[in-house]
Structures are given as C-alpha cells and as structure tokens.
C-alpha cells in the first residue's frame, strides 16, 4: 500500500519560543484547530513545560478519538509523535520541525502513513491535511 505525505510549512513572525510553547501543549490546541477536545493520558519526560517524550495524547474530532505518543522532543527544534489508535491507517508519524527565521519563525510538519485498506488513502490524507493545516495556522498565528 502506498505511503501518504503530507507536507506543510509556514513561516511567522511570532518568535520560535512562542510557537514551542504552543506546539508541546496539546491542551492548546483545540483552541487553534479543528480538534474539539484533549486529554493527557499520560505524562512524559521532560515534565517541566509541555508533552515529553512517552507522553500519550489524545483527541476528539466529530467522533473521531484519536490517541497518540510522543516519541521525540528537541527543545526548541523538533516535535514528533506516533498514531497509537483511532483511524484506519498504519504507521503514521508526525514530525514538526521549528526554525529561527529573522526575528519570527519557519515551521514545518510532515506527515505520513500508510492506508490499511487499498486506494483509501486519499481520503485520510485530504482529513488529516486539513486537521493539520489548520494547527499549522493556530501555531503560528501572531495571537493564539
């Protein structure tokens, strides 16, 4: 089954430790995305600010509940994490990747999976572009 890609990049003048805080708290995220609801599961580590690595996540869209786990967690630089359960599809990770750009900042998520029923995976990828589009949004928005 063929692999989906999902690519977006933004760049912002908000400043990349604003977008940090925003990107390692998924609690804000619901407020900036179509997602209705979050719920920790679980804490990771580090548990000073935000999600660490082993966080368990999870997220209410329509009926669609969605649990994740972070798996990676670059101070400032990059975020990633894993689908655990709650759609049809195999193998999706999220990575978003943050930059210093002049005084604002360049974010860039990339996605990808696999479908588990064949020629199904457009349909994902035009929900879960839209999903991410409009996080990409809220997280670089000059006022969230």
């Known amino acids: 089954m063929a692999q989906q890609e999902i690519l977006i990049r933004r760049t912002t003048s908000v400043p990349p430790e604003v977008v940090w805080a925003r990107i390692v708290d998924g609690a804000q995220w619901p407020a900036m995305s179509t997602l209705e609801t979050f719920t920790l599961e679980r804490e990771g580590e580090p548990r000073r600010t935000g999600e660490g690595v082993g966080a368990v996540r999870a997220f209410k869209s329509g009926r669609i509940v969605t649990r994740e786990e972070v798996v990676e967690r670059e101070e400032q630089r990059r975020f990633a994490y894993v ?11 999220a990575e978003i990747d943050l930059e210093p750009e002049g005084d604002g900042s360049a974010l860039r998520w990339r996605s990808t999976f696999s479908p588990i029923v064949p020629g199904t995976g457009w349909v994902f990828r035009v929900g879960i572009e839209r999903t991410i589009a409009s996080l990409v949004a809220g997280l670089t928005a000059p006022e969230a």
């Open 83 to 93: 689908l655990l359960d709650g759609m049809p599809i195999r193998r999706y990770r």
